[in-house]
């Protein structure tokens, strides 16, 4: 191929960090995005990676989280996206957060900078045209209709969609600090983490009994024609014809599975102590708020992604010991999030198996969380580019994160009950020794931290013996 240039549909995470990785390589990228010519549900801006839910990339414990490891293997790996996080991260704990404003400037800067990727703004309104032999789909879970429908016609699938929650962001000095706290749970600090991270709200167990009450009878908004044709009304209609992703729930879905269900959730007491009463036991629930921006002045509300109306989120959320005089810098909503059947569709290079010049990144293969998204966008940017240079890529060990993650979309999971899926240790091969000698001689598995310990080692070997041989073929 004498054609040289990689058209990636699409400027979020996956989009973004798949121009990055292609560009560096030598491939000349042209990046299309619609915004803010055709806006979505979610966005405000027109910048590329603009963060729409929350502003964490969870965890950053590279030695017992996966989603730590991911992390670290996309470090390894020259990301973007994680180098922009960390100039825009802000106390979150053990957590990467990040300023989510910085943040997606600090993309797009980078891509714009870039001498072989060309931004165009416009939408691409059904396949990519002919003519374009190399294309990366990187339009994530609000992948346009237009689109969508030939993407829908291409494969002969269904289109599958799930919904995306996201949570009220409040204005800090509106916060009742003589009620509330700084401190993370058990005063863990990790990264610029202090142990003081999170903004606590405390509730006896009356005010969580009246919370739940309102929480479930509250009035929600109808879903719009588009996102759920069935037309239910009611929150129980609601949970029965919506396939929500466990990890994103609606905070008053989970309400509506028992009145425990959030005290042993996003409102657990653990770890917390009330300073402003000392000699109590522990707060029956607690709502915890974290910092959403580098200046302190936003807080969003961890877990509470919901669908109730503005006016009754307001009325609802005051009822929180601390909120009762808050400002809400944006309120919560939800939005339509569409993913591919990727272990039927997909061949083992994110390539479309009916017309293989279109490959897929990001959240729309069916991976599922910001820093998954990106990975995918990464290894699909290599992909691309290796190919258009004459190259073969080879994927990274199932052993790595990157590795596992790829195989689940591509054929790991089962393609009949194929749902998102995030970063976990249970879609990594088991360790072949997952065993220890003791001081006696006597052989133990390992289990906890140990066998988590056991995988990130061996991931980050492999991974590195991988980056080698590149750097030896190159």
Known sequence: MTDKTIHIVG?????????WQAANMGAHVILHEMRPIIETPAHSTG??????????????????????????????????????????????????????????????????????????????????????????????PLTSDPLAKAIADLTGEDELSFFDAI????????????????????????????????????????????????????????????????????????????????G??????MASRGPETLRFGPMKPVGLTNPHKPDDEQPYAVVQLRQDNALGTLYNMVGFQTKMKWGEQ???????????????ARLGGLHRNTFINSPKLL?????????????????????????????????????????????????????????????????GADAKTFQPMNINFGLFPVPENPFVTMPNGKRKKLKGKDRKKCYTSRALEDLDAWLNEIQKAA
């Open 11 to 19: 400027a979020g995470l996956a989009g973004s960090e798949a121009a």
């Open 47 to 140: 910048n590329c990676a603009e963060l729409v839910c929350s502003n964490s990339f969870r965890s950053d414990d590279t030695e017992y989280n996966a989603v730590g490891l991911l992390h670290e293997e996309m470090r390894r790996m020259n990301s973007l996206v994680m180098r922009e996080g960390a100039k825009a991260a802000v106390p979150a704990g053990g957590a990467l957060a990040v300023d989510r404003d910085t943040f997606s400037e600090g993309v797009t800067k980078a891509l714009e900078d870039h001498p072989n990727i060309t931004i165009e703004k416009g939408e691409i309104a059904g396949l990519p045209p002919a003519e374009w032999d190399n294309v990366i789909i990187a339009t994530g």
């Open 167 to 246: 949570a009220p962001i409040i204005h800090t000095d509106t916060i009742n600090m003589d009620i509330t706290w700084f401190q993370s749970r058990y005063d863990k600090a990790q990264g610029i983490g202090t142990g003081k991270d999170y903004i606590n709200c405390p509730m006896t167990k009356e005010q969580y009994e009246n919370f739940i009450n309102e929480l479930t009878t509250a009035e929600y908004g109808l879903f719009k024609e588009w996102e759920l044709p069935s037309g239910s009304k009611t929150l129980a209609e609601q949970e029965e014809d919506t396939p929500y992703f466990d």
């Open 248 to 253: 994103c729930m609606p905070i008053e879905i």
């Open 314 to 328: 307001t009325r609802v959320f005051k009822m929180i010991p601390g909120l009762e005089n808050a400002d809400f």
């Open 347 to 411: 061949d083992k290079q994110l390539r479309l198996k009916a017309q293989p010049r279109l490959r897929f990144a990001g959240q729309i293969t069916g991976c599922e969380g910001y820093v998954e998204s990106a990975s995918v966008g990464l290894m699909t940017g290599r992909m691309a580019a290796s190919e258009i240079l004459g190259a073969n890529f080879e994927t990274p060990p199932v052993t790595t994160a990157h590795g596992a993650l790829l195989n689940h979309i591509t054929g």
